[in-house]
């Protein structure tokens, strides 16, 4: 089977409490169960593209993990999910990334990554196993991995004729260069302002950031606005699109979910403002549970939610 989408980017086991709040700087406070969980940004994308897609095609990760028992789980995860793990590579030196993740009674989280393997992952690795994944269409990546690995992947993808789609996270500031290569960007308010300079606070500021956001080259822009739903911004569109509205047990890896369910939607032909609504639902759905991965929704249940 060959693969339509690759995700290139980190792989993490993630480590969570639930709290009644978050604590503060020097603070300890009695939280509740520990959650164990597999996340990572790339892993947690790939995993959304391949458990959400409708056909029976095989999403490809390039991503480094420890030769540790993370790194073991973790592959033996993406297996059973079916998804082309032959450029996962193990890396002898460093553990695989961990993340500490902190989760509120309103299921907002806080998140320490340490990135062990995923610093690992350089740019010629990532174009050998472009090289060896003919045909794929689209490519997926965040900025959980070096960034030159990201700068020159994108780069390398763009003149392969690739759909280029980069969820800026966690937020950094990046080259121009990169910008003209991307045919869509996901960041979420924050992100966007650090990009832009402009702070999102409605409609009007979230337009003025995706304007800027294609004077540099980029030819979509979706900004994810939590709860509110997703701005989109290209030639042709200007809209706000609403988010079911549930209750949030857990936010991380939402935006994890909403960039993997767009991509496996536009990769199935949908409309940008189709694809935005079938990421929103999909995120919506993954807010209402604990963990990144253990989250994440089967394409039935989207459909269901958007049929109701
Ligand atoms: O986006 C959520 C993810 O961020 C978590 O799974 C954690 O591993 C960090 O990478």
Request: charged share 20%.
């Given at each position: ?10 792989s993490?086991?993630?480590m969570?409490?639930k709290?009644a709040?978050?604590p503060?700087?020097g ?9 164990m ?10 995993m959304?593209?391949?458990?959400l897609?409708?056909n ?14 993370f790194g ?9 999910a ?6 996962v590579?193990k890396?002898?030196?460093s ?7 902190g989760?509120?009674?309103?299921g ?23 090289s ?5 269409e ?15 992947s ?16 966690p ?26 300079g402009v ?6 500021t979230?337009?003025?950031a ?6 540099k ?6 900004i994810?606005?939590g ?13 706000l ?11 991380t890896a939402?935006?994890d ?19 935005i ?12 549970r ?10 039935g249940e989207?459909e ?5």
């Open positions: 089977m060959l693969a339509k989408i690759i995700v290139i980017g980190s993490n086991t993630d969570v409490v709290a709040h978050l503060g700087p603070e300890t406070i009695l939280g509740g169960t520990f959650l969980n597999p996340g990572g940004k790339g892993a947690n994308q790939a959304a593209a391949q458990r897609q409708s029976q095609g095989q999403v490809a990760f390039v991503a480094k993990v420890g030769t540790d028992i073991q789980q973790a592959i033996q995860g993406f297996e059973q079916g998804m082309d793990t032959r450029f590579l890396d002898e030196s553990p695989s990334g961990v993340a500490l993740i989760v509120d009674e309103r907002e989280n806080s998140i320490m990554v340490a990135p062990g393997a995923n610093a690992n992952l350089t740019a010629a690795e990532v174009s050998r196993a472009l060896e994944i003919p045909n794929a689209w490519v997926l990546l965040q900025l959980e991995i070096p960034l030159d690995t990201v700068e020159n994108i780069a390398e993808c763009a003149k392969k004729g690739m759909k280029v789609v980069l969820n800026p996270a937020a950094q500031k990046l080259s121009d260069d990169i910008f003209k290569n991307l045919y869509l960007i996901t960041p979420n308010e924050t992100e966007a302002e650090l990009l832009t702070a999102i606070t409605d409609t009007n979230a337009r003025k995706a304007g800027i956001l294609r004077e080259g980029v030819e979509n822009i979706v994810t606005l709860a509110k739903g997703a701005f989109v911004y290209n030639s042709t569109t200007d809209l699109i609403l988010s079911p509205i549930v209750e949030a047990v857990d936010t939402a935006g979910v909403f960039s993997g369910a767009l991509v496996v939607a536009l990769s199935e032909g949908k409309s940008l403002a189709d694809g609504t079938f990421a929103c639902q999909a995120a919506a759905l993954s807010v209402t604990m963990g990144a991965q253990s989250s994440i929704p089967s394409r989207v269901a939610l958007l049929k109701g």
